[in-house]
């Protein structure tokens, strides 16, 4: 019987021992060694039956521990899924993205899904916490900085294939349209040197791109900067 119990807390307090090596500090871990230490004591003294009862309370505690550290490591993870959403939604919600006019739909629903998962971390539960955030970030992923296109063209002479509202309205950047020249006619006609020929453009004339489809605007076209291609609106 003497062995047996010695056995059990050979067993226990090796078992405890493993637990405490992956965990960090905290209460329950401290009272698991505490334990710990009693059991070695009783067993060093030959009371075999309080070094049992040392060493199962010793793994109690060990465990408790380990459920705490799962917890605390899951409210960690919690946290920083909350943030990299939060950090997500307040760029979209800026004026590089202007998520809520752009996206108006995917933006509240985003919205909702980061305020559920605020008041799920609120009442610690970090899974569900994680789940809503990572529902926030995936609809905000979707959301992309608004493209600027330019807003003016400087005509210039050029020896070959010399600009025309034409060919300027069929730069990616500008329309990539050539059939939508008229919309460059019609913005600066007022400025050409003859009115009602819309053929006759002089280098050096500073010509507007009005925007088609609400779309950004500024700055004036330069060959060799990487612009977004643009798309027409078919509404």
């Known amino acids: 019987m003497k062995k047996l119990i010695m056995i059990l807390a050979a067993a226990l307090l090796f078992a405890a021992t493993l637990a405490g090596q992956s965990l960090t500090n905290n209460e329950y871990f401290r009272k698991s060694l505490e334990l710990e230490r009693k059991s070695n004591d009783a067993f060093e003294y030959g009371d075999y039956d309080a070094a049992a009862d040392y060493a ?7 465990e408790m521990s380990d459920l705490y550290v799962a917890q605390m490591l899951l409210k960690k993870d919690a946290e920083t899924a909350f943030a990299e959403a939060q950090a997500r939604y307040d760029w979209v919600s800026g004026p590089e993205v202007d ?12 919205t909702l899904a980061l305020e559920e998962a605020k008041l799920e971390l609120s009442n610690d539960s970090y899974d ?16 992309q900085k608004t493209p600027v ?15 025309c509202l034409w060919r300027i309205a069929e730069l990616p950047a500008v329309y990539n349209d050539p059939y939508l020249w008229t919309e ?7 400025i050409m040197p003859e009115p009602n020929n819309p053929d006759l453009i002089l280098p050096g004339m500073i010509l507007r791109i009005p925007a088609l489809n609400n779309e950004k605007r500024e700055g004036t076209w330069q060959a060799g900067v990487e612009y977004p291609v643009f798309e027409k609106s078919e509404n």
């Open 99 to 110: 998520a809520a006019l752009r996206y108006p739909l995917d933006y509240a629903a985003a």
């Open 184 to 190: 460059l006619y019609k913005a600066n006609r007022s």
């Open 56 to 62: 199962a309370q010793a793994q109690e505690y060990a």
């Open 149 to 163: 296109f330019p807003a003016f063209y400087v005509v210039e002479r050029k020896q070959t294939l010399t600009d």
């Open 128 to 143: 569900k916490a994680i789940e809503q955030s990572k529902k926030a970030l995936s609809l905000l992923a979707l959301m």
